[in-house]
């Protein structure tokens, strides 16, 4: 497999797009979910976000020069536009003072140039309603503004194929992770990257995901309007981060959380649509309300995560270890509680909630934005530890201090706390009976439930987009734009990607998926590529 063309180390090849035409090539960007912090962290407090194996997949592909084209489609929002490239305001992104560089530092949007985009974002899905109208026109200014700042008026033409299998609007970072797609995508194109490649060090990976990051950041602002950078920080560089917003304009401090433990997790999506700009300035009107009330609960929250980092940090910290796993999950529930009481809750939230809690799985709370969106749960890592201390009360069950006890198997409905005792005695399989129960109950009631890992990778690159299932004599199978549309769903997408989980679960214990072919910058151990 070829690398990815690294111009940084090549000037003379600087921005030089001739025949023969650039091979189709992809790329991909994780979700993430917020550990905790969220909304606190928008006003200067801590909070960690770790990336989950749910992700964005962009493929770009080229058309011959006789097109003048650039094409975007988007099908998981049905939106699929294509612009003269000709016609776009090249001028005003060029304009003296205007101009960017893929090196500069951009904090905030330019209203000129966002005035400028205007009439090509209202060109895009006439007559349709508006409120999916907004979706595809900050999707197309997200695109725009990227496209405009980082390409030039002799880019090639193209198109650019999105999927993703991670739920919209559901607090996951599904904008920041197509953002993060279309900065590595275009970055690739003008040649601002080197590698990922084997044996890269990590400054020089840290330097690359910086790069991307910083642009994701701008591609983030066009879709929310103030952004705390944490999302598309974690999109691009992967595994986890403590992350605190800069004041004034200044740059963010991102601790890399490189022995933040990649636990099972289960995430229960109540697809209850809504947005996060609304939710973020709901908590700006309750501050402006009540100042000091509403600081001491954000406050409350940031302590929640300087505990939770203070503890992952600590020399000889054991995520396996019940009791560092208890202090993790306390920290869950207080910092849901602290949300609900800066009314980012919702009723289904509290709902799905009520169901987990009720089974002694492990912690809940939601993460993002809430006002819907999803619900998190830390699982509880050994079936052994799953039911201890379940105890009786209201006729819902919940976890005591107590840990040791065992119980044996009474044979009564699966999620009562006798049964719930009994996955003791019979390990994984009462676990996943549980599970397959509680998904059940979840799917009754309208919710979606996915199972996932914390902290994952970050940005990925498949140059060129094919795949030689193992085989490397062999020419190999390109994705083409056309067969990457038709795969269904999160496992045709993935199976076509070359995701193979079950493949890495039997060989690393489920810890990481494979992805045949892809390359990551990985600091944390850029070796292993
Ligand atoms: N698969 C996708 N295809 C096209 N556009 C997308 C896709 N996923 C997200 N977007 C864009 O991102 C917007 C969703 O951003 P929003 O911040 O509301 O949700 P989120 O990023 O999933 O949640 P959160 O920021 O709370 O984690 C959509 O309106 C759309 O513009
Ligand atoms: C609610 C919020 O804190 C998290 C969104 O995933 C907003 C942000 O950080 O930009």
New binding site residues.
Partial sequence: MSNPPTAAKAPQMHRKYSSPMMPPFMVSAP??V?VYGEHAVVHGKPAIAAAISLR?YLHVSFLSKSHRTVTMR?P??E?EHTWDIDKLPWDAFAAPGRKKMYYDSVTSLDPDLLQALEPHIQEVSPGIPESIR???H??SC?FLYLFLSLASRKTPPSVYT???T?????????????SVCISVALLLQIRALSGPHQDQPPQECQLQIERINHWAFVGEMC??GD?SGI?NTVASGGKAVLYTRGKNGEPAHIVPLHSFPELPLLLVNTRQA????V?VAKVAALKQNYPALTENILDAIGLVTDSAYKLITSPGFDPESPQALKHLGDLVTVNHGLLVSLGVSHPKLERIRELIDHTGLGWTKLT??GGG?CAITILRPRPASLPNGISQGNGAAHQSDDDDDEASDSGSEPDSPAVAASVISNGTKLKHRILDNLEVKLSNEGFDKFETTLAGDGVGVLWPAVLHNGNEEEGGEEIDQEKFLRAEGTEGIERLVGVASARAMARNGGLRDVREGWRFWRPWDADEV
Avoid: V, W, Y
């Avoid at 809504?274 to 700009?277: D, E, K, L, M, Y």
């Fill in positions: 979700g993430k917020i964005s988007f998981d929002i939106l907004k979706i595809h900050s999707s997200c999105l999927r993703s991670i739920p919209l609007r559901a607090g996951l970072g599904s904008s920041a992770s197509i879709i929310h952004p999302d809504r947005s996060t700009a939710e993002g934005a969106g």
